[in-house]
């Protein structure tokens, strides 16, 4: 079986480029996912995320290893294993990040991969629902528009920071990002609005590309320093998929780099320990591991919220029947509804924390809602130092691989998760917030501002991923570059990376946008490759 392009992965950017190199009609493309059909009505109901999350028929389930910096706690890191990856199973959230995290990739040497670059690449995806804006895109695929949900503690949230001095943005995606206000949504009519839904499905009938749904690729084979071919199981029984042109890996940052080891693309003395062949020496591969790490803190309140809304089979009917006559209600709630962009000291230039506003309350992300009414003011470092890794368990793809995160590895990322902790303690002292608020659940009125050590060892305790691992196969021109500015790896021909793991340091914000850009991106010079 030949095509011109594989694709390994059919997650956010994966489907992007399904869509964009079988445009041509005299192209062939195969798109590759291990996971099975996005058909779960849990996918498609926004609110869905709460059972995706544990699912492992469409979730990879993957763990981290104990982490020193959470006092060795391991947490859950669920990633999408199913046609859309893991924009099936997030919490719709879409933020492009900050125009001078793509200016600082530029400037470490990756050209073409600059703000100016990438914001038409950014528009051409997007459906913006919004007020038309330059910068904004109404034309694309992928549906982006407000929140169907209002509760009256996040409304109260934004207005108390802005009375405690920050402003209010009504467009985080627009000229800048700084400020409060609400997370925008790929949704549309109260549905997801999925990379798969958005990219993949208008391009299914065409008959240059096939789609081939739970096949597992364990690796890519090469001859003569080139990938010619993917090797993997479908339903048990071996496959063997080869590439005209090019093999493109959008398995995300742990899937990919995971593939990359397994067919002796690597670090010789680590590839040595599991008994596989060193094909190309490239010691990258896993390394430059990032991710945001949310501090939760949780303010009891005198107002309504989906812990206790939810609750009983009379409220759980009419929150169903309003979803199903209006698409709206609780069952359209993304992760998070208000946010906030904002600085933990005025010389910097851009924000260096962002917030997510919800209106419930959980032990953690992963676990049922509290039985008493709250909201969460989490809060995450944007722009983390510290970087962890992925790591071959064993030389078989049955087995997760170790994921070493590392977080609050430097003494920035610990001030800035303790600033971040403080500024939502400050927003919640201002009204209206503060006249609902009853009781600070946690941390506590145990742990004061001045205790650094206390309000840091809490975060150590408590904090969890918002499940934005990226950077395992960075792109760059340094030894520890994976890929080139073209998305080529290093040393090999006909192959590529293109998914989150190829930035070289992660983005301010969610990144399942990035992501989408990073398919277009690709998209865009392979293309360009084929006609020059």
């Known amino acids: 079986m030949e095509f011109d392009f594989v694709i390994v992965g059919a997650g956010s950017a994966g489907c992007v480029l399904a869509n964009r190199l079988s445009a041509d009609p005299k192209v062939s493309v195969a798109l590759i996912e291990a996971g099975g059909r996005d058909a779960s009505p849990w996918i498609h109901v926004p609110v869905g995320y709460f059972k995706t999350i544990k699912d492992p028929a469409l979730n990879w389930m993957y763990r981290t290893e104990a982490d020193k910096g959470l006092n060795g706690r391991s947490l859950n890191w669920p990633r999408g294993k199913t046609l859309g990856g893991s924009s099936s199973i997030n919490g719709l959230l879409y933020v492009r990040g900050q125009p001078q995290d793509y200016d600082r990739w530029r400037q470490m040497g990756n050209l073409g991969w600059g703000w100016d670059d990438l914001l038409p690449l950014f528009k051409r ?153 060193l094909k190309h020496q490239l010691p990258g591969v896993g390394q430059n591991l990032q991710d945001h790490l949310q501090a939760r803190p949780v303010y009891r309140c005198a107002a309504p919220t989906i812990n206790t809304r939810t609750r009983g089979l009379f409220n759980q009917a009419r929150i169903g029947l309003e979803y199903m006559l209006k698409r709206s209600g609780p069952l359209t709630l993304a992760a998070s509804l208000g946010t906030g962009f904002l600085k933990t000291r005025p010389d910097l230039e851009t924000p260096d924390i962002q917030f997510h506003i919800q209106p419930f309350s959980a032990n953690n992300p992963t676990t049922d809602t509290d039985d008493f009414d709250a909201f969460t003011a989490s809060v995450l470092q944007l722009r983390p130092e510290s970087t962890g890794e992925i790591r071959l368990r064993s030389a078989s793809i049955e087995d997760h691989p170790l994921i070493h995160p590392n977080y609050l590895a430097t003494p920035l990322d610990q001030q800035t998760i303790v600033e971040g902790i403080r500024m939502a303690r400050r927003i919640c002292r201002h009204a209206p917030v503060a006249d609902l608020i009853t009781e600070e659940h946690a941390p506590g009125k145990a742990i004061p501002d001045e205790d650094f050590e206390g309000l840091l060892n809490w975060a150590r305790d408590t904090a969890t991923t918002i499940y934005h691992p990226t950077g395992t196969c960075k792109m760059g021109s340094d030894p520890m570059a994976v890929v080139d500015e073209r998305l080529r790896v290093r040393g090999i021909g006909g192959l590529r990376v293109a998914d989150a793991s190829i930035m070289p340091v992660i983005v301010s914000g969610n990144t399942n946008a990035p992501a989408i850009m990073i398919g277009e991106k690709a998209s865009d010079m392979i293309r360009e490759d084929m006609r020059a």
Request: aromatic content about 6%; overall charge positive; glycine content about 10%.
């Open 125 to 277: 995806s997007e459906a913006w629902e919004g007020a038309a804006d330059p910068v904004r895109g109404a034309q694309g695929e992928l549906s982006v528009s407000r929140s169907r949900q209002s509760w009256q503690v996040v409304d109260a949230w934004v207005e108390a920071a802005k009375a405690a001095g920050f402003a209010f943005n009504p467009d985080y995606n627009g000229k800048s990002q700084e400020g409060v206000g609400y997370f925008q949504l790929t949704a549309r009519n109260g549905l997801r609005c999925s990379s798969a839904k958005a990219f993949l499905k208008p391009a299914r009938s065409r008959p240059n590309l096939t789609v081939f749904t739970e096949m597992q690729v364990d690796r890519i084979e090469l001859a003569d320093r080139r990938a010619v071919a993917v090797r993997g199981r479908r339903l048990g029984t071996p496959l063997r998929i080869a590439a005209r042109s090019e093999i493109i890996l959008s398995a995300g940052a742990i899937g990919s780099p995971q593939i990359l080891m397994l067919s002796g693309i690597g670090e010789p003395d680590h590839l040595s320990e599991h008994g596989i062949s």
